[in-house]
């Protein structure tokens, strides 16, 4: 059986490795830090909700170029640490805001005798429990993580100790009777 047929590369042939573009770069297509540029872009990335990995992939560099780079520009690292910080706390308020129940308003078009007439209501939003419930395991998961409640089996020893008992007993007395 002969050997499968490999670029130089040793990879297959036709197959490429995905070239990372990066998002500013100079002539020779090598990334090029911008202080304000990065920043900017690397803040809405955070408020989107990207993991640091989608970051870089968007920014088109290595996970460790990121990283890197990251450790040398504290303006950088302070950028993500704050937008991730404000994406996370506007996302605990919504849930929080939900678990416990609020009252919006809503505008509502309401026929009259002299026609129709937009009104402002108020409504009130039920608490989701399941979402409260999945905010408290999260945020105090010893207090409030499901717990499997075994009770003593020990009854339940005794009783299968009879059965089993009264069962050899019972093909004794059979073979005796044999």
Not at 19 to 47: K, M, Q, S
Not at 97 to 107: H, I, N, R, S, Y
Not at 129 to 153: C, N, P, T
């Amino acid at each position: 059986m002969a050997a499968p047929k490999t670029a130089p590369s040793g990879r297959p042939p036709g197959s490429t490795t995905k070239r990372r573009t990066p998002l500013f770069a100079n002539a020779a297509g090598h990334a090029v830090y911008d202080a304000e540029r990065y920043c900017r872009v690397v803040r809405n990335l955070c408020l989107l909700g990207l993991t640091d990995n989608e970051i870089s992939e968007e920014l088109g560099l290595s996970v460790s170029t990121y990283y890197r780079w990251r450790e040398e520009h504290a303006e950088l690292d302070w950028t993500v640490r704050e937008a991730k910080a404000l994406a996370d706390g506007e996302v605990a308020a919504s849930v929080f805001k939900v678990a416990t129940g609020f009252t919006k308003t809503e505008q509502r078009a309401v026929v009259t005798k002299t026609g129709v007439e937009i009104v402002d209501v108020e409504v009130e939003v039920d608490p989701d429990g399941k979402i409260g419930l999945q905010w408290l395991r999260q945020r105090q998961g010893r207090m409030w993580r499901e717990v499997v409640v075994v009770e003593d089996a020990s009854a339940d020893r005794e009783a299968i100790d009879a059965y089993q008992a009264r069962l050899q007993k019972a093909e004794q007395d059979e073979a005796d009777n044999e």
